[in-house]
Structure formats: C-alpha cells, structure tokens
C-alpha cells in the first residue's frame, strides 16, 4: 500500500491522529469500533490485547468477567479481520492460561474465537519469557490435594486471513540466516520488558514485534496494533522500514508511545561514531 493511501486511510478512520512520523501512525481510538477504519489495509498485525487480570489501565476495565472478556475478544478480533488485507497475518501475544480467581484456558479459548471469526491458524510459538517470580503459588505444598502448575511462558498465536503465501507486497525480506534458523523453531527465548522503565503496566519487550515483523512480513508492510500501549510495535515497524498504525485508547499511553518513537528517530539520525584521524 503506498504512504498516500495509508495516509487517506488514517484520514477516513474515526480515531484521533495523535502522532505521525513518516509512514507511521499513533492513533486515540477504540479497536471494539467496527467503523474505525472502513477499507482493508493491514498487512501484519503484532498485538498483546489486555489480560484482564485486573492491571490498573488509565482508561479501561481489566477485571471483567470471563464471559465478557470473550465477548471483548471476539469483538476487537472480528474487526482486525474486516480491515486486514487477504493477505494478512495475525501474531497474537496471549497468556497460555490464567490461574488467578478460577483457572481458565485462556489460549485456547481465544485460538477458538479468532478462528471463529475467520482467522486461519498456522502455528503458536512459545514464548519462555523465564518469569519465574510466578512459581510461588504452589497451592498445596508438597501434596497432592491442590497442588498448582504454573508455565512461565505466553503464546504467540501466528494466524492468517486467506492465504498463507504471500502473494503481494515489496517481497524484500530483511531477515538473515541465523534469525530465519532460530526464529522458525518455535520455542523463543527471551526476557520480558520493565513496567517501570517504561511507564506502562503491561509493555512486551521490541525483541517480540522485532522478530514477527522479520519473519512475517516485507520491508514496506503496513503493520497494525490495535492496542499499541506504549508504542513497541510501532518503533519496531519504523526501525525496519514497515508503515505502521497503532491505535491506543487512552491519551496517556499513546504520549508515551509519541516520544518513544521520536526518541527512536533520533537515536537513528545520529552519525555513527568515526576513527579520529589525529
Ligand atoms: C497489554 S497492553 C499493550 C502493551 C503494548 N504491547 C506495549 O508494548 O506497550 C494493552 C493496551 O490496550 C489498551 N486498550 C484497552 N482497551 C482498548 C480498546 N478497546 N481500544 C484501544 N486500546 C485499548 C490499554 O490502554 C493498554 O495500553
């Protein structure tokens, strides 16, 4: 899709342009609105929706119940499929399970729901993000009468609209051997990111959208976050030559992800350090 047309895209959208820079674009909006955006345009979409496991969000409720949280699922997910081109991939970064008030299989309920939806499943990478501060609710110590188990690990659910080959696009891959060898096995290994450092209470680290953007889509791509929080997906979009929308309803968090890409430029823009010919 070439810049003008994302820009009529972004133009048309009932979300709030709060920031552009170059061909990407920070959003204030609400992704459950299915007239958000009228026209497919999304190439890749890289995405970790709310948990709802009670994080104190500026904006939105993250203790609904079960039922509804299902609902809020289907509903943001359907809309991602009507503005995906038919091209589109889906990564979705999701718990595996919860095991806080009552436990529930999280993963698989929303695989279930995306597919529903229309979405085609391709594959779930592991994510072991080596959290292990989670392994202190054993429930029945050292007994069989309640005993819990705790995976220190997120999915990644890789999904896709009509077609898994990609037919369109630039077809200029910037991935290179080793990252292809490592990141096509299915297990990734990497630390999660610092809520305080960042300023948000629910950031994934860049190395997460880094390597589904490598890996599933052209340098040119338009890649989509329907909940960008503090920005990630979108500085990773602009670090690799992708356009990018990002769409984030609360104004607080789409500043943090304003001056986390222009902090971003900058660091681009500067000269790369010379040998002194003294
Ligand atoms: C898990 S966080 C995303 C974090 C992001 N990946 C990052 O690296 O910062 C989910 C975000 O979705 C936002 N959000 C919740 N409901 C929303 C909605 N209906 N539309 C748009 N954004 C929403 C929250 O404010 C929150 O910032």
């Known amino acids: 899709m070439t810049s003008v047309a994302l820009n009529e895209v972004v133009r048309k959208s009932k979300g709030q342009l709060f920031h552009r820079q170059d061909d990407i674009y920070v959003l204030v909006g609400e992704s459950l609105d299915v007239d ?8 890749l979409i890289v995405t970790s929706p709310p948990y709802n496991v009670g994080l104190d969000y500026n904006s939105t409720n993250d203790k609904i119940t079960y039922e509804e949280y299902l609902q809020f699922s289907e509903q943001w997910m359907r809309n991602c499929y009507r503005w995906s081109r038919p091209s589109a991939r889906f990564c979705l970064n999701i718990p595996l399970d919860k095991n ?35 392994r202190t609710a054993w429930g029945s110590w050292m007994s069989a009468s309640a005993p819990y188990v705790i995976a220190p690990v997120e999915l990644i659910v890789v999904l896709y ?31 999660g990111e610092s809520k305080k450092k960042i300023g948000h209470p629910a950031p994934f680290p860049r190395e997460l959208p880094r390597r589904c953007i490598k890996l599933f889509s052209f340098v ?23 356009k ?3 769409v984030e309803i609360d104004i607080k968090y789409a500043e943090i992800a304003k001056q986390r890409l222009l902090k971003e430029i900058t660091l681009f823009n500067q000269p790369s350090p010379t040998m002194s010919s003294g």
Request: net charge negative.
């Open 161 to 191: 609209k009509d077609e898994w080959k990609k037919k369109h696009g630039s077809r200029q891959s910037d991935i290179n051997r080793d990252e292809f060898l490592e990141w096509t096995n299915g297990l990734w290994t990497f630390s």
């Open 220 to 242: 040119g791509d338009v890649v989509f976050d329907p909940f960008l929080g503090s920005g990630t997906t979108l500085i990773e979009a602009l670090a690799l030559k992708r």
């Open 100 to 134: 806080k008030g009552g436990q529930t299989s999280v993963g698989a309920d929303l695989t279930t729901i995306a597919q529903k939806v229309g979405w085609k499943y391709h594959a779930t990478i592991i994510w072991n993000e080596g959290n292990i501060s989670r």
């Open 36 to 43: 958000l955006f009228n026209q497919e345009f999304i190439d």
């Open 244 to 246: 990018g929308v990002g």
